[in-house]
């Protein structure tokens, strides 16, 4: 039962222009989001969360969007950089600390 | 400040052997979760290690233990090894037992031939 999904595996994108990676969940209990950047050879780094009582949380670049009644989430990259390129996995936490990830998404920013 | 550190880097094993991971949390963290990646899949929590001693434990068969040593590092052990344990086996570290901020290691590549 994956209760956390990012149904695209793969996204290329111009550098400077939005980029946006998708996450659906099932379980309408999760308490927090998180989405996790990881690079080859390393392990995930923790990029951005947002509390399951917000709709929207910025950082930077980054922001990410709650949709609790579509159970949907997103990350909005803007401007993308070459340097964004990785694996990013979406990630839902239970009120337990068991983070239950995504399959993931490769982004590949163009030069 | 010294991040998550695992070790080792690479192993390879046979089926039927044993193996043992280990990792250091990063200075401040007393909570350990091992996590393994399937190839094209993402991280799939194994169990959680606070106080010493196992709190959460996900879909994982008795085969794969753990313990937490009183200076916090931590070791997953899998016994009877079958090829569909090959994976990157991550290591991550938090304050308490229900914090989400979880931070990695680089992994072990674990190849069971």
């Known amino acids: 039962d994956q209760q956390v999904k990012q149904n695209s595996p793969s996204l290329s994108v111009q550098e400077g222009r939005i980029s946006i990676l998708n996450c659906d969940y099932t379980?309408?209990?999760?308490?927090?989001f998180l989405w996790y950047k990881k690079y080859p050879a390393e392990g995930p780094t923790f990029l951005i969360s947002?509390?399951?009582?917000?709709d929207k949380n910025e950082d930077g670049r980054f922001t990410v969007f709650l949709n609790k009644s579509a159970k949907h989430l997103s990350l909005h990259i803007v401007p993308s950089q070459p340097g964004d390129s990785a694996v990013y996995f979406c990630?839902?936490?239970?009120?337990?600390?068991?983070?239950?990830f995504g399959q993931g998404t490769t982004l590949q920013v163009k030069p | 400040d010294a991040g998550v550190t695992q070790s080792p880097t690479h192993l390879i094993k046979t089926r039927g052997q044993q193996v043992t991971l280990r990792c250091s949390p990063k200075?401040?963290?007393?909570?350990v979760s091992w996590y393994q990646q399937a190839l094209g899949q993402g991280p799939q929590f194994i169990f959680q290690?606070?106080?010493?001693?196992?709190?959460q434990r996900g879909n994982f068969p008795d085969r794969f233990s753990g313990h937490q040593f009183p200076n916090y590092s931590s070791e997953l052990n899998v016994n009877a090894l079958l090829l569909g344990d090959s994976a990157l086996y991550l290591c991550?570290?938090?304050?308490?037992?229900?914090?989400?901020?979880?931070?990695f290691g680089p992994g072990t590549r674990l190849t069971v031939t």
């Open positions: 991550a570290s938090s304050r308490g037992t229900v914090s989400y901020e979880q931070y």
């Open positions: 379980n309408s209990m999760f308490d927090y």
């Open positions: 947002i509390s399951s009582i917000k």
């Open positions: 990630a839902a936490s239970l009120y337990t600390g068991k983070l239950i």
């Open positions: 200075s401040g963290h007393d909570t």
């Open positions: 290690y606070y106080e010493e001693e196992e709190r």
